[in-house]
């Protein structure tokens, strides 16, 4: 009989389906999203309407929209409304063969729809969301999904959210961790800045930047502080920054290095907290996408500043993702020479099935299993299913023939390894790493 317990030993024929079966089982961890909890009431994104609105999407729908739907008309709409209009465009009068588009599809399956999705019957879908009981609904999809915990971005300055969290902080449940999102500081956005420690009752001040930051973490006790950086961040910042003329300077407050310096990597020193960066995203690229998110483009970020921070503060711990495909190979460079960072997923618009098996396939073959391959970045809720059901089989598929080449030279494993190291590769490199 085949022994396909924990300690069968596996051969080039057996480790790919085992590998593919395994893949799919793994209980991951979810390093980024944009997932909150249902205390958070409507910041807590969930059901087809939301599914359907996912600023992929509606940028996609842009592309095929009658000319008489601008973008002012669409975004006046109704949630209900705009996401009649994608469903229409998208799914109705062509096949929905894009990755976001098959996301949408692939999460349907997975709760059970196949027959409204057959029917095209959006009506029939919205009624079996509208029977879902929220709290069980949150533990069934992480269940379903297989996510052991997920990160959330919280963001203390943005008023909407920080009313959650105080004067009393809403419960969170324990399938959710928090990040202490800070793109401002990254960003030498002393306005924004002083704005939010205006509203705190704190000095206009680096001590009061930092007392921020303190307090902030107090409240979420976050897994790390995290930013993702303008497409032209540099690091050090240009000479012509830091040689402002002092009046110049006093208006314009503290530049972006400054901020990283002198607050931000001296309080996650202090609170051993590290910090995850997400490099290349070009913000408002396309500022009539702003109002769902979608305005963004890709620009190739400048790997040496990250090197440089790392050099600069060996102490800290870094995570990091990169946007453009054209940093990646670069920043796998990078990450096995330094010993503080850690990379993570392939990140929004590498998050699709031919980047992500180039990806891991690269990664691998310099990193072995030191790395993080993915990171689901959601919004909705119910994204979880498909974007790991289809992360899961890519890697998965990518990763075989490294193993199948191993196991041909005479190497001996178990289904037990074999496992231990998906594990890995999907959150236990993570844990290890801040562990460390
Ligand atoms: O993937 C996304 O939804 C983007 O809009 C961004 O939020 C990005 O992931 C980010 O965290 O900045
Ligand atoms: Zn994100």
């Known amino acids: ?25 793994v209980e991951v ?10 205390s958070h009431g409507k910041l807590m994104l969930w059901g087809i309407d939301e599914l359907l609105t996912y600023h992929y999407l509606v940028s996609e729908y842009f592309m095929v929209a009658p000319a008489e739907i601008t973008h002012e008309l669409f975004f006046a709409k109704t949630k209900l409304e705009q996401s009649d209009l994608v469903w229409q465009g998208l ?3 062509r096949s929905p063969i894009s990755e976001a588009c098959q996301g949408v599809i692939t999460t349907l399956q997975r709760l059970g729809l196949e027959r409204q999705v057959a029917d095209r019957d959006l009506r029939g879908i919205r ?3 509208a029977q879902q009981s929220l709290d069980e609904h949150v533990e069934n999809i992480f269940r379903l999904a297989k996510v052991r915990y997920a990160v959330m971005t919280n963001i203390p300055y943005v008023e909407e959210e920080a009313q959650h969290w105080q004067p009393e902080a809403k419960p969170v ?17 002393w306005a924004s800045i002083c704005e939010a420690l205006k509203k705190e009752g704190l000095d206009e001040t680096m001590d009061g930047a930092k007392e921020y930051l303190r307090k902030w973490a107090g409240i979420y006790k976050p897994e790390y502080m995290m930013a993702s950086t303008p497409h032209d961040w540099r690091y050090p910042e240009p000479a012509a920054a ?6 110049v300077k006093a208006y314009a407050g503290f530049g972006a290095s400054e901020l990283l310096e002198e607050a931000v990597v001296p309080v996650c020193e202090e609170l051993s907290l590290p910090i995850a960066l997400k490099l290349g995203a070009w913000r408002g690229m396309s500022p009539d996408l702003d109002p769902c998110c979608g305005g963004d483009g890709v620009a190739s970020a400048d790997v040496a500043s990250l090197q440089a921070l790392c050099a600069k503060f060996p102490k800290v711990k870094f995570l990091v993702t990169v946007l453009s495909r054209a940093n990646q190979h ?18 929004w618009y590498c998050n699709n099935p031919s980047i992500i098996e180039e990806l891991t396939k690269m990664r691998t073959e310099m990193l072995g299993t030191a790395y993080t391959a993915q990171h689901s970045d959601c919004r909705v809720l119910e994204q979880l299913l498909y974007k790991w059901d289809h992360s899961r089989q890519i890697i998965g598929e990518a990763l075989v023939p490294y193993y199948q080449r191993l196991l041909r030279k005479g190497w001996r494993l178990t289904r037990e390894e074999l496992r231990r190291d998906l594990q890995l590769l999907l959150g236990g490199s993570y844990e290890a790493f801040m562990a460390r």
């Open 127 to 129: 009624a079996w969301f």
């Open 29 to 38: 961890i979810d390093v980024h999203t944009h997932l909150l909890p249902p």
């Open 1 to 25: 009989m085949r022994n396909t317990g924990s300690q069968e030993v596996l051969t080039p024929e057996t480790v790919g389906p085992a590998l593919l079966e395994d893949v799919r089982d």
């Open 173 to 189: 449940t324990s399938r959710l961790r928090k990040a202490l999102r800070i793109d401002n500081f990254l960003k030498g956005d």
């Open 330 to 347: 670069e920043l796998t460079v990078v990450c096995q020479k330094t010993r503080n960072l850690h990379l993570y997923g392939c990140w």
């Open 91 to 93: 799914f109705v009068e």
């Open 242 to 247: 830091a040689s402002m003329k002092p009046l």
